[in-house]
């Protein structure tokens, strides 16, 4: 690979055109992803203290996109029953074991159909994603069904071939994320590039997921070639987020943790991910607006009306200088 194509979000610039709009406003944020089209391309992290139930109503009940997180695995079947009796989407994400299967088994006896079934490990790029792929195929034809994660346009390809829908792409790039230090593995560091060679890869729709600190970061993922981008940190400090509420100092945060850490796992086998608090930012609503304004505005420097009009700016990589110092 050509140095030059090894960046990150910080390192890149995009290049405005002139605009053709006469307010903000009029741009269109919205996206078509599977089934339904979403305010925005913005999707919180599939993670225990980012998502939970009441917030996935409310996301759903809102035209914004969720992914239930799969770590209370005997609710899930209640809650898809709970979604879809309130004509709301089902969202939920699986893992690869056996007992998966049989819970897919299980909703295909009861006639239950998510939306949307994210399948949800470490290193995406493996039989038994493929082979769980195939088993929801099968029995849940109509699901939506979203593989990850991954890091190669190799693996995109083979995971669209073996019949998913969408991929998740990032491998080591979150913030709870220590997999680069204790694997040496991942995008860590040079997710945006990562992503730019998986969706020349990508026949279908890619879900940026990992790394994202600015808002200005998910108009450089659609750049790059994502639809959808998945948020962790970033929404995980809300007044609706899951994750204990602690003051210190005076100051208020939440606990985030990774779903590879110790926390989540009860034991120490196989981290992946650490605990760390994130600053509380109060309603999640005031967030999500904020990035729809932001992409707005993004959509204005593209010389744009829509989302998709930012896939066709030029950019530049200004390597680590784009904060010129500053930050806030
Ligand atoms: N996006 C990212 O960078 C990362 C995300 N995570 C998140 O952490 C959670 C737990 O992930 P995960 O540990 O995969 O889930 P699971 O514990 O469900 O493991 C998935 C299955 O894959 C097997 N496996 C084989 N090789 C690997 C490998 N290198 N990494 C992980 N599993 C492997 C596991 O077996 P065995 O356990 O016996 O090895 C297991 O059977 C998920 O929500 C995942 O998204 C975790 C790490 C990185
Ligand atoms: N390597 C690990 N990655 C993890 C873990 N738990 C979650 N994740 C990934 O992080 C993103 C969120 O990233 P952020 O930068 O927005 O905070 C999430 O969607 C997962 O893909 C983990 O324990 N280890």
Partial sequence: MHPAEVFDYEDIQLIPNKCIIDSRSEADTSIEFGPHRFKIPVVPANMETVINE???????????????????????????ERMQAQSLFASISVGVKEDEHAFIDELAAANLTPDYITIDIAHGHSDAVIRMIHHIKEKLPTSFVIAGNVGTPEAVRELENAGADATKVGIGPG?????????????????????????KAARKPIIADGGIRYNGDIAKSIRFGASMVMVGSMLAGH???????????????????GSASEKQKGAYRNVEGKQMLVPYRGDISQTL????????????????????????VDYVIVKSSIMNGDNY
């Avoid at 009441?54 to 809650?79: C, E, I, K, S």
């Avoid at 913030?175 to 969706?199: D, E, S, V």
């Avoid at 607006?289 to 066709?312: C, K, P, V």
């Fill in 54 to 80: 009441p917030l996935a109503v409310w996301l759903a009940q809102n035209d914004y996109f969720y992914v239930m997180h799969r770590f209370q695995p005997a609710d899930r079947r209640g809650f898809i």
């Fill in 289 to 312: 607006h904020a990035m729809q304004e932001d992409l707005q505005s993004s959509i204005s420097y593209a010389g744009g009306r829509n989302l998709l009009d930012i896939r066709t």
């Fill in 175 to 199: 913030k709870a994320c220590i997999t680069k230090l204790k694997t040496g593995f991942g995008t860590g560091g040079w997710q945006l590039a990562a992503l730019r060679l998986c969706a």
């Fill in 239 to 257: 007044e609706q987020s899951p994750g204990n509420l602690l003051t210190i100092d005076g100051r208020k945060f939440k606990q985030y943790w």
